[in-house]
């Protein structure tokens, strides 16, 4: 049976770590980047998950089965215009995931890789509705452009929580099709992101963040959970959002 393992982002920080761990593991690893895998081992298909068309070219070379596929491709907040941000974060993995969702084989399963700057979507309810409620990359750009509002003064957090709800209608597809789609929300890990985000949220509050985590994640923090949730060990996990953040939301939240 093919063992092939989709990575979107495989070239850097979570995504790496990821590939790296798959290859250990003994499976056929495809990383789908700008640039190259820094794991010899692992087959590299260049795509620019901005564009629809660059997807639609990237489905028509990837296998007919799949046994995982793990999309953690994405920009930070200072990395390319609202709209760029939004094209790769989530309208681009988005419909990544919809077009290479009935190729999953049984047991295998999608992750998504967000952020916890993303799980509170449900406070912003409304907006996020409304861009999930598009059909496909075309609508979801017109939406965009339609609805210029207050999504444009943070659409990094704006994409995370788009990519976080998503799991949820998500859920429900992929269940149709035989598979299902988890999604990890990821605390401060030191990725070459990191110091965008910390000029995001201010070095006074990311230091604090750290220091209630008790660390700054390692994108190997993030690898293990995802190849587990992507394998079969995981079959009957469908539709969850998972924060890994060294117990920071906890503290928040704990009565």
Request: charged fraction near 15%.
């Amino acid at each position: 049976m093919n063992r092939s393992i989709v990575v979107t982002g495989g070239a850097s920080g979570i995504g790496a770590a990821i590939v790296s761990r798959l290859i250990d593991q003994g499976a056929s690893v495809i990383s789908i980047d700008l640039l190259p895998p820094k794991h010899t081992q692992a087959k590299f298909e260049a795509c620019d998950l901005s564009s629809e068309q660059a997807i639609n070219q990237l489905a028509g070379v990837l296998p007919d089965r799949l046994a995982g596929l793990i999309c953690v491709a994405g920009v930070g907040p200072e990395a390319a215009s609202p709209e760029q941000i939004m094209r790769i974060n989530f309208l681009g993995l988005r419909y990544l995931v919809l077009q290479l969702m009935d190729r999953l084989q049984t047991s295998a399963g999608i992750v998504t890789v967000a952020s916890s700057a993303g799980r509170d979507w449900a406070e912003n309810q409304t907006a996020v509705a409304g861009v999930l409620g598009t059909e496909d990359f075309k609508s979801g750009l017109l939406w965009l452009a339609q609805n210029p509002g207050d999504w444009r003064a943070n659409a990094y957090k704006f994409s995370k929580q788009c990519a976080a709800a998503f799991t949820y209608p998500a859920a429900v597809k992929a269940k149709a099709h035989g598979t299902r789609i988890n999604c990890i929300n990821p605390g401060i890990t030191e990725t070459p992101l990191s110091a965008s985000f910390r000029r995001m949220l201010g070095a006074a509050q990311y230091d604090d963040i750290v220091r209630q985590s008790g660390r700054t994640g390692q994108p190997e923090d993030i690898a293990g959970l995802a190849v587990f949730l992507a394998g079969a060990d995981a079959a009957w996990i469908n539709g969850v959002e998972i924060t890994v953040d060294g117990g920071y939301h906890a503290r928040k939240i704990a009565i």
